[in-house]
Every structure is written in structure tokens, then in C-alpha cells.
């Protein structure tokens, strides 16, 4: 997760820095690391007032990512994909354990869009953003 965080805050830093630029520009990057997603807790609710507890417990795996869009002084319109492997170690579900050696993937395409307007002659400005992605 620490990892993960790393990239989030490296990418979310180049977007800021990027907002400085006066001229219009074009922009884009990579990033990878690791998921250390180590356990997902949650429950299943078997309908009439039966829920049981259960567990995913997962190795590390693989995240990447790129990604490139336009900024201009007030605007960004920006495109990523992001991908990454995981690994499955053991599934639980109350009392029963079942160890696996299984492995599986995820991809994520979103298309972002960003707009700042300052605010008057003061030094605050109002953000916003909106995104989709599949």
C-alpha cells in the first residue's frame, strides 16, 4: 500500500506542478510499483439475517501506469491507464480455509478533465474536475 501511495502522491505532485505552466503544453508519464493489498476482509450476506465473515488473503503484485494529456492555464483534459497483476494466496469464509495458487489482473481506462478560474484579484481559485472511466 505504501508503495502504491508513493505513486498517487508522485502523480498527484506532476498534475499540480503542471497547473503552474502559463502556456499551453502537452504532458504525460509512467508510474509503477507494487499492490500490497496483504488481506481484503469482508462479509456475505446469505439474505434472511445470515451473514458470515470472510477474508482474501492476497501476495503482492504489480501496478502500472501511464498517462498523457493537454494543460493549458486554466484546463487540463488528460487520459490513463492503469493495470496491475495480483496474486491469491488463501480464501476464508468463516470457518472454512481454502488455500489457493491462483493469480488474476485488472485494467482501468478513465478520461479526466480539470478547470481552475481564480477567484476575483485574491489569491483562492475554485477547482473542478469530472471523469469517467471503465
Request: charged share 20%; net charge positive; no cysteine.
Given at each position: 500500500m505504501?508503495?502504491?501511495?508513493?505513486?498517487?502522491?508522485?502523480?498527484a505532485a506532476f498534475a499540480a506542478s503542471?497547473?503552474?505552466?502559463?502556456?499551453?503544453?502537452?504532458?504525460?508519464?509512467?508510474?509503477?510499483?507494487?499492490?500490497?493489498?496483504?488481506?481484503?476482509d469482508g462479509n456475505v450476506d446469505f439474505g434472511a439475517g445470515v451473514t458470515v465473515p470472510g477474508t482474501v488473503v492476497l501476495n503482492r503484485g504489480a501496478h502500472y501506469g501511464v498517462f498523457g494529456?493537454?494543460?493549458?492555464?486554466?484546463?487540463?483534459?488528460?487520459v490513463e491507464l492503469q493495470g496491475g497483476r495480483f496474486d491469491l494466496k488463501r480464501i476464508e469464509l468463516g470457518s472454512q480455509v481454502e488455500d489457493k495458487s491462483q493469480s488474476g489482473h485488472y485494467e482501468a481506462l478513465t478520461f479526466n478533465g480539470y478547470r481552475v478560474e481564480p477567484l476575483g484579484a485574491s489569491h483562492f481559485s475554485a477547482y473542478g474536475a469530472l471523469g469517467i472511466g471503465w
Open positions: 505504501k508503495s502504491m501511495k508513493k505513486n498517487l502522491i508522485a502523480i503542471s497547473f503552474a505552466l502559463a502556456q499551453p503544453a502537452y504532458y504525460g508519464g509512467l508510474h509503477a510499483g507494487e499492490n500490497n493489498l496483504h488481506q481484503w494529456g493537454k494543460q493549458t492555464e486554466h484546463a487540463r483534459w488528460e
